[in-house]
């Protein structure tokens, strides 16, 4: 019997070094999909104006946000502090493009207790994201276009459905940072 399993053992020794062994998986490599979020990398700042709506009352608003890779280049990530009607509100979130679905998503909480999940897509300089988010109690359809202004800017609007219309609740413009120091350095010249 010890016979048997000391050449039970040989054998499974023998076959276990001529079968070539398997690299482990590899993570997943951003694709095209994952690098065109790289338009938004960086420091932006934000101003526009809000309607009232179920999301909070009208004015003005300005938003600065630091969006940076997350590890591994899949995902970006977003820390957001806003002024506005609703005061000071902290945000963060997470974009990243969803292969299977072949949709970009988009995560988000804020301190004011909104919690958002949005699907989108591209086309051209245009995103469009899309969810169904709780506001004033009840459910609401939602729209947020980003048209792109190359190569440092970008405007954008935030819309709900109602009855069947799109009613605009957000709009403004979002220029990148640095953009901003470059001008204002070349006019100092």
Known sequence: ?????????????????????????????????????????GTWTAEG??????????????????????????????????????????????????????????YAINSGGMVEASKGTVSGDTWTWTSDTKAGGKMVKSRFTVKEVPPTSYNFKFETMDGGNWTTIMEGTSNKVVAEKAAKAAKAK
């Open 1 to 41: 019997m010890k016979r048997s399993v000391a050449i039970a053992l040989v054998a499974f020794f023998v076959l276990a070094q001529t079968i070539p062994a398997q690299a482990p998986p590899q993570p997943p490599k951003p694709g095209p999909a994952h690098k065109r979020l790289a338009y938004f990398v």
């Open 49 to 106: 104006e809000a309607k009232a709506s179920p999301f909070g009352p009208a004015g003005k608003f300005s938003v600065k946000e630091r969006n940076e890779w997350f590890t591994g280049g899949l995902f970006l990530i977003t820390h957001a502090d806003e002024k506005g009607p609703l005061g000071e509100v902290k945000g963060l979130s997470i974009m990243g493009y969803d292969p299977d679905q072949k949709v970009y998503t988009y």
